[in-house]
T-cell receptor, first 120, second 116 residues
């Protein structure tokens, strides 16, 4: 079974603190993603990475950075936490999509259990 | 631009009733993928189905079925004889032609309550 784990289920931090959210996957997936989930807004992509040391901004990267030093680990960093970053954070991983002989296949993302972060 | 709309924010049905969750998508690509995910109260999103744009066959898996209609850009999900364990938030999602950018766009989700 694919396993995506996140370092904490619940986290409480104070405004201005530096926060690290860790995500580890055990299926040798190239792609890893960080989302935040807020009521009424669904899932929004913060950053993603398709290889070690590679990263790309998603839809809402402001206030966040990421690190991918090893293939299995993708960290989300809040340099200076603010109250508007209180949210549920979800990590996901997947194999890259493939195109062969004119046919493409897209691989589903596997999600971790989420980290509910509260910034006071 | 790609977009996924789940117009039903919240639905409540009594156990054993059938329920359909709507999903309408927008894309300019001819090659794309559609997904449904389930998020139970535990929080972890669970993959349910993937469908590519060239395969309009409806799919049935036990009590779950999916109706993909390109003519109306819809990919609806029906649960037959619903059970309390089906209570969850369900997300429809879209990914355009695969490439370096393997992103998925999610709808805002439909919260489904199955009442005993």
């Amino acid at each position: 079974d694919v396993k995506v784990t996140q370092s904490s289920r619940y986290l409480v931090k104070r405004t201005g603190e530096k926060v690290f959210l860790e995500c580890v996957q055990d299926m040798d997936h190239e792609n890893m993603f960080w989302y935040r989930q807020d009521p009424g807004l669904g899932l929004r992509l913060i950053y993603f990475s398709y290889d070690v040391k590679m990263k790309e901004k998603g839809d809402i990267p402001e206030g966040y950075s990421v690190s991918r030093e090893k293939k299995e680990r993708f960290s989300l960093i809040l340099e200076s936490a603010s109250t508007n970053q209180t949210s549920m954070y979800l990590c996901a991983s997947s194999y890259p999509s493939q195109t062969s002989g004119g046919t493409s296949s897209y691989n589903e993302q596997f999600f971790g259990p989420g980290t509910r972060l509260t910034v006071l | 631009a790609q977009k996924v709309t789940q117009a039903q924010t919240e639905i409540s049905v009594v156990e054993k009733e059938d329920v359909t969750l709507d999903c309408v998508y927008e894309t300019r690509d001819t090659t794309y993928y559609l997904f449904w995910y389930k998020q139970p109260p535990s929080g972890e999103l669970v993959f349910l189905i993937r469908r590519n744009s060239f395969d309009e066959q409806n799919e049935i898996s036990g009590r779950y079925s999916w109706n993909f209609q390109k003519s109306t850009s819809s990919f609806n999900f029906t649960i037959t004889a619903s059970q309390v364990v089906d209570s969850a938030v369900y997300f429809c999602a879209l990914s355009e032609a695969p490439g370096r950018d393997d992103k998925i766009i999610f709808g805002k989700g439909t919260r489904l309550h199955i009442l005993p």
